[in-house]
């Protein structure tokens, strides 16, 4: 059974609500750390960014800029995720953007480093917020990949993210 967009959406909306950057890395910022940029040339950058929730991210800035998640901090990431997903959810692939990537890469099983230490998806995200990527990545896998000659939706889902699935694949709770 494939998960209705608009629910999935919600879902996104609600597992995500409380996500807040805080003085996490922000986008233009992460796009000047890859540049090398001086400290003073991070601050100007990070001023661009004036969203208080992802939800205020402008597709726009998701669109130009596939290369961030590289450069996020946790907070950041974490931040910046729900962002990309709802971008990808409404643009799907009708976009020459390699940002279609990203907003999978984000996702990677193997988690992230920060500060000499690896931090798994599932101490990066909460429950409710696993089962969410999870349910994300399967509608991309069931219903835009088709589409996709690059796609990693099904490579993550089987290294890892599948455990959040229920068996119709139809769900939105964090396993028991």
Not at 118 to 124: G, I, L, N, S, W
Request: proline residues 3%.
């Amino acid at each position: 059974m494939t998960v209705d967009k608009a629910q999935l959406l919600r879902q996104i909306e609600n597992a995500f609500a409380a996500t807040r950057r805080g003085d996490g890395v922000s986008l233009h910022e992460a796009v000047a750390i890859d540049d090398h940029a001086s400290e003073a040339e991070r601050r100007a950058a990070r001023l661009k960014d004036g969203d208080t929730h992802w939800r205020e991210v402008p597709d726009e800035h998701i669109a130009r800029h596939s290369a961030v998640f590289s450069f996020l901090d946790l907070r950041g990431h974490v931040y910046y995720a729900p962002a990309y997903m709802c971008w990808l959810l409404r643009t799907g692939y009708d976009t020459s953007s390699n940002s279609v990537e990203s907003a999978q890469f984000a996702f990677d099983p193997w988690g992230k480093h920060e500060g000499g230490r690896h931090y798994k998806p599932d101490e990066m995200f909460t429950p409710e917020q696993c089962a969410c990527i999870a349910c994300y990545l399967h509608y991309i896998y069931e219903v835009l990949d088709e589409r996709s000659c690059c796609s990693t939706a099904k490579e993550y889902l089987d290294a890892y993210w599948s455990r959040y699935l229920r068996g119709d694949h139809d769900m939105f709770n964090a396993p028991s």
